[in-house]
């Protein structure tokens, strides 16, 4: 388990989200941006950077 600077980790979300989702880059908590138009996309698939001091990891969050 990292201490110090490396156990601090930033979110972002690198693809994806078409400008329909944001997230917090201190919590990794994905919020809708604005609403969803489930006729036109009826799911997303969300590529998510978590980043330490040290790595990255990329996660693939699926809703829909």
Excluded: H, M, P
């Excluded at 919020?31 to 138009?37: C, E, I, R, S, T």
């Excluded at 036109?40 to 040290?54: N, P, T």
């Amino acid at each position: 388990s990292d201490t110090g600077r490396n156990a601090q980790l930033s979110y972002q979300i690198q693809a994806g989200s078409f400008g329909d989702f944001d997230i917090s880059a201190r919590t990794g908590e994905i919020v809708v941006a604005k609403k969803l138009n489930f006729d036109k996309v009826d799911s997303y698939e969300l590529q998510v950077v978590a980043k330490d001091r040290g790595q990255s990891w990329v996660v693939i969050v699926a809703l829909g």
